[in-house]
């Protein structure tokens, strides 16, 4: 099998499965097989009744994905190490599995096109865009990436939900940087500039000055948002 062939097939997978990005939920239980703490931060201090965890990763809708789960009770011998390790790997599968996609994304975006090499491009240049992803990565850099500061996990989602809609709405164009977001708006007739307009430069200029949207960077393409929707 081909490298074209392999990424191909990963391709397939990746729309097959749940919706990036994902997430990993960190679930201490009591000897009982209560839950203590259903969202614990990585970071934060094992409660002294916790006698086992489970590391739930979900997608980005909160369907389940996968889990690991370590005894650590009194009558285990289970380590502080371990237990980090197992945690750092639940962590390493969610930011492969997320990274991989974004390659995957850019290898179906521009695998029959050149590379594109623009002299005038500014310093927020990316490697790669996948604008659909856009949206959701900006909803979870505004609402959190776990639920651990909201009041329950399915506030949390609720609340990731809506900002995720909300930012579909807003998003004019994504491209390799501000100039290139105008050019992109431009040629899919989402931006008028005008006709006393004298080019891409100038029109960055005046949607700049219009003061009614902003650009954010993201690891998939640098986003134009329109302040007025």
């Not at 996609?101 to 490697?127: F, I, K, R």
Request: proline share 7%; glycine share 6%.
């Amino acid at each position: 099998m081909t490298t074209t062939d392999q990424l191909t097939e990963l391709l397939k997978l990746a729309d097959q499965a749940a919706p990036l990005p994902w997430y990993v939920e960190e679930i201490r239980y009591n000897a009982n097989g209560g839950i203590i703490n259903y969202s614990a931060a990585p970071d934060s201090p094992m409660e002294p009744d916790a006698t086992s965890t489970t590391w739930a990763i979900y997608g980005a809708t909160g369907y389940p994905v996968a889990e690991q789960h370590v005894n650590h009770g009194p009558e285990d011998d289970t380590t502080p190490t371990e237990i980090a390790a197992v945690r750092a790997a639940a962590h390493l599968i969610v930011a492969a599995v997320d990274r991989t996609a974004a390659q995957l994304g850019a290898y179906d975006e521009h695998q029959d096109q050149p590379p594109a090499v623009e002299e005038d491009q500014d310093d927020d240049a990316t490697a790669y865009l996948s604008p659909a992803r856009v949206p959701a990565w900006l909803a979870f850099t505004d609402v959190g990436w776990s639920p651990v500061e909201h009041e329950s996990a399915a506030v949390w989602r609720e609340e990731l939900q809506w900002e995720h809609d909300r930012l579909k709405t807003k998003v004019i164009a994504v491209g390799t940087s501000e100039l290139d977001t105008v050019r992109r708006a431009i040629a899919e007739g989402k931006h008028e500039p005008g006709e006393d307009c004298a080019d891409d430069a100038e029109a960055l200029a005046r949607a700049k000055h219009g003061c009614m949207s902003h650009w954010r960077r993201t690891p998939y393409g640098v986003a134009w948002l329109d302040d007025s929707r």
